[in-house]
């Protein structure tokens, strides 16, 4: 069988496999889009638009959404050489009922009034998870969420705890915190109630996961109470200190909860302070995973799942996962989720990393339609991998290659998240 033959008889296979999704953003009590603004409002989009020269009033909260999209589609003919297009054009064949192979200017009314339509329906979220095969969702979630009013067996809480440690001093971020734990820590102490009490909280309602975006100069560090104290005292929330003091904290209520820290690593914020809304944020080259050494030693039990902001980093990756039992190599994160990295860092991840220590792919997504063109830009990387590196050569059977394909897509998350098995 040739290559391309086998690379798509895997593909199908694995597509049958249900989606677990390990890191979205969903709003679980607004999961499914509500109209076609929703879909082209993903910071994606305005991003390509905005940089291909739409004006700015166009992503106003005060703008009207039809006139918004029809704009974003105008662009569209500058941008359809990206994957970020391919995803739309699979949304509008596979959920629409789009029927062309372009999208164009004047389908842009068509488009709206049947999403319009069709989104409207009482059950579009069911369809939706039904086309997609959606079978459980990792949210992320603010760490005051009340985490009430869903599912969380599908979709499941994960804490996110930027704020804490970037923001404690702003955003009502101390009164929220005495809010969800009872305590409005004073010192070093208290700050271990609070949290402690916090993690009680989310674990009770089935978190699986505590999770963080770092900047590419954080360095994690043990700090002593007494200068944690110090910091209280002095209110200096923004101090170096205080981020490494929390952040250590954190990592310490994962080890005593037994929950993974999910470490999403290298982003630098606003660096173009003119960018549309989430479209300011890149990364620079400062970032190594040494200065986390110390962290995954003084850590053993904690899994630690990292995403890095640049292709350019896997090797580091892939190298730490190699001999530290506790790095997870997980998904391709923002800038690096388009196919040509992806294929080079996942090639790379399954000829250096153990197949058990490899979560694939997660989703990043605000709304529920995109799981099935993200995953299934993913699956098909997948499967040409398997084919050409693994079955073609006689180094895996196709079912061994199917296993394998399963374990990166869901076996692996299923254990280190500890989510029971479902048997698909």
């Known amino acids: 069988m040739d290559c391309a033959t086998l690379s798509r008889e895997i593909y199908q296979e694995i597509c049958a496999f249900p989606i677990l999704d390990p890191h979205s953003h969903i709003n679980p009590h607004s999961p499914a889009s509500k109209s076609l603004d929703d879909i082209l409002g993903y910071h994606y989009y305005t991003e390509l638009a905005f940089s291909a020269g739409m004006k700015k009033t166009f992503l106003t909260p005060e703008a009207d959404p039809r006139e918004r999209v029809r704009e974003i589609i105008r662009y569209m003919s500058q941008f359809d050489n990206t994957a970020q297009y391919s995803w739309f054009l699979e949304i509008a064949r596979e959920f629409l009922g789009f029927e062309g192979n372009k999208i164009l200017p004047e389908h842009a009314n068509w488009l709206w009034d049947t999403a319009e339509k069709k989104m409207a329906a009482k059950d579009w979220e069911r369809q939706v998870l039904n086309k997609s095969r959606l079978e459980r969702i990792f949210l992320t979630n603010d760490f005051d ?178 001999i530290f039992p506790n790095v997870i190599t997980s998904g391709h994160w923002w800038y690096s989720n388009i196919p040509a990295y992806i294929e080079q860092d996942a090639r790379a991840r399954l000829q250096a990393v153990p197949k058990t220590k490899q979560i694939g792919y997660y989703s990043d997504m605000y709304k529920l339609e995109f799981g099935l063109p993200k995953f299934n830009m993913y699956r098909k990387i997948l499967a040409g991998i398997l084919a050409r590196d693994f079955v073609q050569p006689g180094a895996l059977k196709l079912e061994e290659a199917l296993n394998l394909a399963r374990l990166v897509l869901r076996g692996n998350s299923e254990r280190i998240f500890k989510i029971p098995a479902t048997g698909n």
């Open 145 to 322: 969420d009340p985490l009430t009013g869903w599912d969380t067996s599908f979709y499941v809480p994960c804490l996110r705890t930027d704020e804490l440690v970037f923001h404690f001093g702003a955003n009502q971020v101390r009164p929220r915190l005495e809010n969800v734990s009872g305590i409005n820590p004073g010192s070093a102490k208290e700050l271990d109630q609070s949290l402690n009490n916090l993690f009680q909280h989310f674990v009770s309602r089935g978190c699986r996961a505590c999770a963080i975006s770092l900047p590419p100069d954080f360095h994690p560090e043990k700090i002593s109470d007494d200068e944690l104290d110090r910091v209280f005292r002095a209110g200096d929330f923004q101090s170096p200190t205080w981020k490494q003091g929390v952040f250590w904290k954190l990592a310490e209520c994962c080890a005593a909860f037994q929950l993974p820290f999910d470490l999403m690593i290298g982003v630098n914020r606003k660096v173009f302070q003119n960018g549309v809304f989430q479209g300011q944020d890149l990364f620079d080259q400062r970032t190594s995973l040494i200065q986390y050494a110390g962290l995954f030693n003084a850590f053993p039990t904690v899994p630690f799942c990292i995403s890095v902001l640049t292709s350019n980093q896997n090797q580091e990756l892939a190298s730490y996962s190699w």
